[in-house]
């Protein structure tokens, strides 16, 4: 094989390999989730008590966080040594990590750090593997065949972030180490295979490393997502930390931060972040389409898992210890919609340009958050299923078009910067995400839940004192409780209150049915909230598509090639692009 030259079995091995390494990061990202009261019980620290919640956050954010910040790097130095050779030792570190992760030997709070640690392991590998996989495959296929191949990677991405939710709740409950174990022969075979068949297509790009910006943006972005994850916690007499002195030097220092970042980036000869790329209609519509529709996305996990784990699974009769793995199950039909519509999408959009599908499945995804609003809380499944399939499909629609077009604007040289990028944005808006819908549901709770649960207590015969003091924590522990698929009243309340009560009245309060039914009320408000803005954040998602301009094409690509029915080459508009070249 030639440099530049593809053999038509090669596009496939590459479609091939770099989905089994996203799928495999991406179901790792979220298996997490619904395996954590496994996990926890495992090494013998409860995370809801007082001083374990950091470690709770912690174990799920860590993998984002590690990704979102060095995932333009790392495609910078893909362009610079090699994207194959980066992307065989992201599977190699993402394996080794595995590997830690399910040797855990200690506990207590060491092995909670020591998870974290090694979870950072696994993010860097994946990190590794996010940068690279998109390039690879665009210098591999053919530009009327890019479409359908980031259609399927990316849908492998989305979906696996929900087919890990499923591997979670059914392997957590066996041994909680398996979480980690069954990525260990998925990760040797991958990076064998990488390492024996995938070779670079695109010349490298002799660089220097650009130390000052690499430093500073990691700083940043890192010092903006702690805050956002101290912003969700209580702090003194607040239901959560977004005034806390710690929460604001974070976000306003972070924020500062990353401004210098960009002021390094416009001097600098080679930039690790190449703000000229945002002269592109089609990459800066793509990336601002793209942030906007994780964020959306991420806020959909995290409300469907509490809804049907913390209200609907225990009111309709089961275990609040099952609903993990129910929870899973139940939220095939979304997972279904991503495997349908994304690789149709591919194939279309390479014939008839990304925007009508990409601009199309925002406004359905849009649609479909008004229409979840419409439900009851204790819904009809079918409806409910009927729902998440639109939302799936909608979202399928939307992600492979958009991706193919942001990689497809891309100069050959910078298509390794240019989707660490992208990756970026959608990497970053997964814990940007986190802070807002935990923001938006506490802010619905706790205008009603304080005194309905005040006044249910009550009526069980728990003390006026013991009342109100379960009744003014912040709703934050409810919701973890939820999350986690814990009896919430049996940690709010606590086991001595439990036992001065009458059998009968704790039996109550413990069982299925009384913190479902007495959440319904404020969960339905705090609902309407978080839905509403993933509609409105799905709304400019769509604005932003619809401004991409037609299919574009990088003019490094021959005419042969770039010759697409449909077509329009467009950069920005002559202003917008005249103030971005003063400020780049």
Same mark, same amino acid.
């Given at each position: 094989?030639?440099?530049?030259?593809?053999?038509?079995?090669?596009?496939?091995?590459?479609?091939?390999?770099?989905?089994? %390494?996203?799928?495999?990061?991406?179901?790792? /990202?979220? $298996? =997490?989730?619904? +395996?954590? &009261?496994?996990?926890? !019980? #495992?090494?013998?620290?409860?995370?809801?008590?007082?001083?374990?919640?950091?470690?709770?956050?912690?174990?799920?954010?860590?993998?984002?966080?590690?990704?979102?910040?060095?995932?333009?790097?790392?495609?910078?130095?893909?362009?610079?040594?090699?994207?194959?050779?980066?992307?065989?030792?992201?599977?190699?570190?993402?394996?080794?990590?595995?590997?830690?992760?399910?040797?855990?030997?200690?506990?207590?709070?060491?092995?909670?750090?020591?998870?974290?640690?090694?979870?950072?392991?696994?993010?860097?590998? %994946?990190?590794?593997?996010?940068?690279?996989? /998109?390039? $690879? =495959?665009?210098? +591999?296929? &053919?530009?009327?065949? !890019? #479409?359908?191949?980031?259609?399927?990677?990316?849908?492998?991405?989305?979906?696996?972030?929900?087919?890990?939710?499923?591997?979670?709740?059914?392997?957590?409950?066996?041994?909680?180490?398996?979480?980690?174990?069954?990525?260990?022969?998925?990760?040797?075979?991958?990076?064998?295979?990488?390492?024996?068949?995938?070779?670079?297509?695109?010349?490298?790009?002799?660089?220097?490393?650009?130390?000052?910006?690499?430093?500073?943006?990691?700083?940043?972005?890192?010092?903006?997502?702690?805050?956002?994850?101290? %912003?969700?916690?209580?702090?003194?007499?607040?239901?959560?930390?977004?005034?806390?002195?710690?929460?604001?030097?974070?976000?306003?220092?972070?924020?500062?931060?990353?401004?210098?970042?960009?002021?390094?980036?416009?001097?600098?000869?080679?930039?690790?972040?190449?703000?000229?790329?945002?002269?592109?209609?089609?990459?800066?519509?793509?990336?601002?389409?793209?942030?906007?529709?994780?964020?959306?996305?991420?806020?959909?996990?995290?409300?469907?898992?509490?809804?049907?784990?913390?209200?609907?699974?225990?009111?309709?009769?089961?275990?609040?210890?099952?609903?993990?793995?129910?929870?899973?199950?139940?939220?095939?039909?979304?997972?279904?919609?991503?495997?349908?519509?994304?690789?149709?999408?591919?194939?279309?959009?390479?014939?008839?340009?990304?925007?009508?599908?990409?601009?199309?499945?925002?406004?359905?995804?849009?649609?479909?958050?008004?229409?979840?609003?419409?439900?009851?809380?204790?819904?009809?499944?079918?409806?409910?299923?009927?729902?998440?399939?639109?939302?799936?499909?909608?979202?399928?629609?939307?992600?492979?078009?958009?991706?193919?077009?942001?990689?497809?604007?891309?100069?050959?040289?910078?298509?390794?910067?240019?989707?660490?990028?992208?990756?970026?944005?959608?990497?970053?808006?997964?814990?940007?995400?986190?802070?807002?819908?935990?923001?938006?549901?506490?802010?619905?709770?706790?205008?009603?839940?304080?005194?309905?649960?005040?006044?249910?207590?009550?009526?069980?015969?728990?003390?006026?004192?013991?009342?109100?003091?379960?009744?003014?924590?912040?709703?934050?522990?409810?919701?973890?409780?939820?999350?986690?698929?814990?009896?919430?009243?049996?940690?709010?309340?606590?086991?001595?209150?439990?036992?001065?009560?009458?059998?009968?009245?704790?039996?109550?309060?413990?069982?299925?049915?009384?913190?479902?039914?007495?959440?319904?009320?404020?969960?339905?408000?705090?609902?309407?909230?978080?839905?509403?803005?993933?509609?409105?954040?799905?709304?400019?998602?769509?604005?932003?598509?619809?401004?991409?301009?037609?299919?574009?094409?990088?003019?490094?690509?021959?005419?042969?090639?770039?010759?697409?029915?449909?077509?329009?080459?467009?950069?920005?508009?002559?202003?917008?692009?005249?103030?971005?070249?003063?400020?780049?």
């Amino acid at each position: 094989m030639t440099p530049k030259t593809a053999t038509g079995s090669y596009k496939w091995i590459a479609l091939s390999n770099t989905t089994l %390494g996203v799928l495999m990061a991406t179901i790792n /990202s979220s $298996i =997490l989730l619904i +395996a954590l &009261p496994d996990i926890f !019980r #495992g090494i013998h620290i409860d995370p809801l008590a007082p001083g374990n919640t950091n470690y709770l956050l912690w174990m799920i954010l860590s993998f984002l966080v590690v990704t979102a910040v060095l995932v333009v790097s790392l495609g910078r130095l893909g362009d610079v040594y090699g994207r194959v050779r980066m992307y065989n030792l992201g599977f190699a570190v993402f394996t080794l990590g595995s590997v830690l992760l399910s040797v855990t030997w200690m506990t207590g709070s060491a092995a909670a750090l020591w998870l974290i640690g090694m979870r950072v392991v696994q993010g860097i590998g %994946g990190a590794m593997l996010f940068a690279n996989s /998109s390039a $690879i =495959l665009t210098d +591999a296929f &053919p530009p009327d065949q !890019r #479409g359908l191949a980031l259609g399927i990677n990316g849908v492998a991405a989305i979906a696996g972030s929900f087919i890990g939710l499923v591997m979670g709740g059914v392997l957590a409950p066996i041994e909680w180490r398996l979480v980690f174990l069954v990525s260990v022969p998925i990760g040797l075979f991958g990076t064998v295979w990488a390492y024996r068949k995938l070779v670079d297509l695109s010349p490298r790009r002799p660089a220097r490393i650009d130390w000052w910006g690499n430093v500073s943006f990691a700083v940043g972005l890192i010092a903006v997502m702690v805050g956002i994850t101290y %912003g969700i916690q209580p702090h003194g007499g607040h239901t959560m930390g977004w005034t806390s002195p710690v929460v604001l030097a974070a976000l306003i220092g972070g924020t500062a931060v990353l401004g210098v970042f960009v002021a390094i980036e416009r001097r600098v000869a080679e930039p690790m972040f190449d703000l000229s790329l945002f002269r592109i209609r089609a990459f800066t519509a793509g990336c601002v389409a793209t942030l906007l529709a994780a964020v959306g996305r991420g806020g959909l996990q995290f409300i469907l898992i509490i809804w049907l784990q913390g209200i609907w699974l225990p009111r309709h009769g089961y275990d609040f210890a099952s609903t993990p793995l129910w929870a899973g199950i139940y939220m095939v039909p979304l997972i279904a919609g991503f495997l349908i519509a994304g690789p149709v999408s591919g194939i279309l959009s390479d014939r008839y340009g990304a925007r009508p599908f990409a601009t199309g499945g925002m406004v359905a995804a849009a649609a479909s958050f008004l229409l979840l609003e419409t439900l009851p809380v204790d819904f009809a499944y079918g409806w409910f299923a009927a729902l998440l399939l639109l939302n799936g499909l909608a979202m399928g629609l939307f992600s492979s078009p958009n991706r193919a077009a942001i990689m497809n604007s891309l100069p050959a040289g910078q298509r390794g910067a240019g989707a660490g990028m992208s990756a970026t944005f959608q990497n970053s808006a997964s814990v940007l995400s986190i802070g807002i819908f935990f923001s938006l549901m506490i802010i619905g709770l706790a205008a009603h839940l304080p005194a309905a649960l005040h006044d249910g207590l009550v009526a069980h015969g728990v003390s006026q004192a013991d009342a109100t003091r379960v009744s003014h924590l912040p709703p934050v522990a409810s919701l973890f409780a939820s999350f986690l698929g814990y009896n919430p009243m049996q940690h709010l309340l606590g086991p001595h209150v439990l036992a001065a009560l009458p059998h009968d009245q704790a039996a109550a309060l413990t069982g299925r049915a009384f913190f479902p039914t007495l959440m319904s009320g404020p969960f339905a408000d705090a609902l309407h909230v978080a839905f509403t803005f993933a509609l409105v954040a799905c709304l400019v998602a769509a604005a932003a598509s619809l401004l991409r301009g037609g299919q574009y094409h990088h003019d490094d690509e021959s005419p042969g090639e770039a010759a697409l029915e449909g077509e329009a080459i467009e950069p920005l508009p002559s202003g917008i692009a005249s103030a971005l070249h003063r400020t780049a």
